[in-house]
């Protein structure tokens, strides 16, 4: 069946001049002569696309475009001027125009525009997973056995006090969970400090957690808290515990030992009275083995421990937080029926998420600015995940800048102070990564081009991309 265009005529006769085209690429097109026509008409009939001047007749084309959005949010309104204006594209846009085209344009900048719309306007009656109904919230999705399990371990930190070791790849959510178990417990009217080791220079450590008096040092020009007394009775989430250093571990240690601490400059003991959380995506065990995470520090923090899965292994959350991302963002863009389609969502599933949920928001958000009030299609989704400001893409490694000599001499010089014990299997490894990150880069990161361009499969890239993290 022909796809039905509406035409409302602007006071330049631009549009009319398209119906002839329209006719000959097999539309039906409508005329309107005025914009309250063409609202009446696109409330009675179906239409894929409106077509509209800006100078129309009966109401102005932006509040014609503002009316007809409302009415019918994944109607295409595609909207012709004569003179190119940048605030009215801008605000035309805003209103939920599907294109601006000023003129002069000819027939076959116009039908290419009309067909795009047309597919997306078909594209609306494709399956669709749509945003989850309900109030948008900021806690925890997900529904899995394992979910429910995580459930009962937040239930479980949130009634006692005892220090909790969260841990998971990055983006698994474990600061989400911090602030479950906090505001799950008797502590939910006092505050919650996250702090972030990894960004502490050593030099500031101690000043940041515990505090300082004025005079304490040159430019202590006031007293200032520490994180651990700001927290008073709340909880204080120690984050990315696993970058700190062996002698910011021993600082740490002390005064979780002691149970107090002291403002620098100052003999005062003040008790802490604070529950300690932490936080770390590193392999403690390996650094308490190889020496570079104190043992007693982490039994000290261990009192229980919470392992968050990485999403490629909790698949079956994966439609749950779609549909909340989809809401969360579809607010926060102002859209009105936010929505995916099946071969997206399909696509999303097979994908590795070295970022994991952080990367999926990112990725939908992505993915809706471009969709607006369409449907996310698999080009978008792709497009979103591929993106090369997505920080879990494949960085192109330091090696790129390197000369293979100067490599190679590290590699040897790393090997005899005993910093790189396995220098042959080390330059194997790094060579094999740097060869898949130019493929990758060659491809705009789709992994099956790049798999085909090294003769690999592509089980094989999907392997390393997931055992490079
Ligand atoms: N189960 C979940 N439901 C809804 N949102 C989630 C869930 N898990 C994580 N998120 C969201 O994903 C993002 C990343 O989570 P969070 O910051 O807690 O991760 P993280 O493990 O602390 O990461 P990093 O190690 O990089 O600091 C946040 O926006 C968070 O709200
Ligand atoms: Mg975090």
Request: charged content about 25%.
């Amino acid at each position: 069946m022909a796809s039905k265009i509406l035409l409302v005529e602007g006071e330049s006769d631009l549009i009319a001049g398209a119906e002839q085209a329209l006719v000959n690429e097999g539309y039906e097109p409508a005329l309107a002569h005025r914009g309250d026509d063409g609202l009446a008409y696109a409330r009675d009939e179906v239409f894929a696309v409106v077509l509209t001047g800006l100078r129309v007749r009966g109401v102005s084309g932006l509040d014609l475009v503002t009316q007809l959005h409302l009415e019918k949010p994944r109607l295409p309104i595609i909207v012709v001027t004569a003179v190119w204006d940048s605030e009215q594209a801008i605000e035309a846009t805003r209103r939920g125009a599907f294109d601006y085209l000023p003129a002069p344009f000819d027939t076959r900048e116009l039908l290419q525009i009309v067909r795009k719309a047309v597919a997306c306007e078909l594209s609306c009656r494709l399956p669709l997973l749509t945003a989850a109904s309900g109030p948008s919230h900021f806690g925890l999705v997900g529904r899995s056995r394992a979910m429910n399990e995580l459930f009962r371990e937040i239930g479980k930190a949130g009634g006692n006090s005892i220090p909790v070791l969260i841990r998971g790849e990055t983006g698994t959510g474990k600061e989400l969970v911090a602030w479950a178990i906090h505001s799950h417990s008797a502590r939910a009217d006092h505050l919650f400090v996250p702090v972030n080791s990894a960004a502490l220079p050593e030099s500031l450590l101690e000043s940041e957690l515990f505090g300082y008096e004025r005079g304490a040092f040159t430019g202590a020009q006031a007293r200032r808290l520490g994180h651990f007394e700001s927290a008073g009775k709340g909880t204080i989430f120690l984050d990315e515990i696993g970058d700190l250093s062996l002698s910011a571990q021993a600082k740490l240690l002390r005064v979780l030992q002691e149970e107090q601490i002291q403002r620098l400059g100052s003999s005062k003991i003040i008790p802490i009275e604070a529950r300690v959380l932490s936080a770390t995506h590193r392999d403690l065990e390996t650094a308490v083995a190889e020496k570079r995470f104190r043992d007693d520090l982490f039994f000290r923090l261990n009192g229980m421990e919470i392992i968050l899965l990485p999403l490629r292994e909790r698949m079956e959350e994966l439609h749950d937080l779609v549909t909340h991302f989809l809401r969360r963002s579809g607010l926060e863009l102002n859209l009105a029926e936010p929505s995916i389609q099946s071969d997206a969502f399909d696509f999303l599933r097979e994908q590795t998420w070295p970022g994991n949920i952080r990367q999926l928001k990112h990725v939908i958000h992505r993915a809706l600015l471009e969709a607006r009030n369409h449907p996310i299609t698999l080009a978008h989704a792709e497009a979103a995940y591929n993106h090369p400001h997505n920080p879990h893409n494949p960085k192109p490694a330091g090696l790129k800048a390197m000369t293979i000599g100067s490599y190679m001499r590290g590699l040897v010089a790393g090997a005899q102070t005993g910093q790189i014990p396995h220098a042959h299997a080390q330059m194997i490894h790094d060579m094999d990564w740097e060869l898949v990150t130019c493929a990758l880069e060659a491809t705009h990161g789709n992994k099956a081009r790049a798999a085909h361009l090294l003769d690999i499969t592509r089980n094989t890239i999907r392997a390393k991309l997931q055992a490079q993290g």
